[in-house]
Structures are given as structure tokens and as C-alpha cells.
């Protein structure tokens, strides 16, 4: 259950880091969070928790678009929602 649930998660990262409609400083942001998440060593909690920071980070950024801002808040609900499982 939770791999369906971290490759959707990573699904999620890869097409906010490729929307060409977002600031590019949030593409970089995704993709770094992607690859956090992906890296093979630590625990997943330790790794949530701070990918969770990382987008928290970003939702700060004033010229973020809407739908933007939204897939960041479906991104950190569903990553809550697997450290809660």
C-alpha cells in the first residue's frame, strides 16, 4: 500500500516540477523533493517530514499560481496521510 501510494506521490512531484506555468524556483523545489524522497538511505518518516518542510517552504513564494499551490497542498496531504499508515 504505501509504494502505490509514494509512486503516485512521486507522480504528483514530477508533473508539478515539469508545469511550465509555475516559477521555476517550484519546479526545482519539486524535483529536489522528489529526489529526497527517492534516495535509497534514511528513514521514510525522517524523509517526509522533510520534504513536507521543503514544500511548506514554497507555498511562501507570493507568484505561485493557484493550481499550483494546490497541487503542493495534495502533495503534503498525501504524504501525511503515509507516515500516518
Known amino acids: ?4 501510494n509514494l509512486e503516485a506521490i512521486y507522480s504528483m512531484l514530477e508533473e508539478l516540477a515539469n508545469d511550465v506555468s509555475v516559477p521555476r524556483n517550484i519546479r526545482r523545489g519539486a524535483k529536489e523533493a522528489k529526489d529526497m524522497l527517492m534516495k535509497g538511505e534514511g528513514a521514510i518518516d525522517v524523509k ?8 511548506d517552504e514554497l507555498l511562501n513564494d507570493p507568484n505561485i499560481p493557484t493550481h499550483g499551490r494546490t497541487a503542493i497542498w495534495s502533495i503534503m496531504s498525501a504524504l501525511e496521510s503515509l507516515t500516518a499508515s
Open 1 to 4: 500500500m504505501k509504494d502505490k
Open 48 to 55: 517526509v517530514a522533510s520534504v513536507i518542510s521543503m514544500l
